[in-house]
Nanobody, 117 residues
Framework: QVKFVESGGGLVQPGGSLRLSCAASGNDFEGLPMGWYRQAPGKERVQVARITPYGRINYVDAVKGRFTISRDNANNTVWLQMNSLKPEDTAVYYC???????????WGQGTQVTVSS
């Protein structure tokens, strides 16, 4: 059984920072390309960052230079460091394996990030 549990969200002022964590359970985490996704109110869920098992990373343009994705395969954890946050970053943030996300399965409860003054 695969499970992803996100944490670290909260309310932050514009320009602030948050670090999101994703704890993964199940087998073969180290072999899974992982992604962070977000869903803003009234919008579809979109991927914002991804990392392969060997550390190859991609970001969407909206977060490049501000967000950093990383992973610890030994501890089944993925992080998203978010700096210079903007109100438009407000969303529920989720992590998932890329493969499962494309299948629409194993979504966790997410963690709410609200950027507001």
């Amino acid at each position: 059984q695969v499970k992803f549990v996100e944490s670290g969200g909260g309310l932050v002022q514009p320009g602030g920072s948050l670090r999101l964590s994703c704890a993964a359970s199940g087998n073969d985490f180290e072999g899974l390309p992982m992604g962070w996704y977000r869903q803003a109110p009234g919008k579809e869920r979109v991927q914002v960052a991804r990392i392969t098992p060997y550390g190859r990373i991609n970001y969407v343009d909206a977060v490049k230079g501000r967000f950093t994705i990383s992973r610890d395969n030994a501890n089944n954890t993925v992080w998203l460091q978010m700096n210079s946050l903007k109100p438009e970053d407000t969303a529920v943030y989720y992590c998932n394996a890329i493969y499962f996300a494309e299948l629409g399965t194993y979504w966790g409860q997410g963690t709410q990030v609200t950027v507001s003054s």
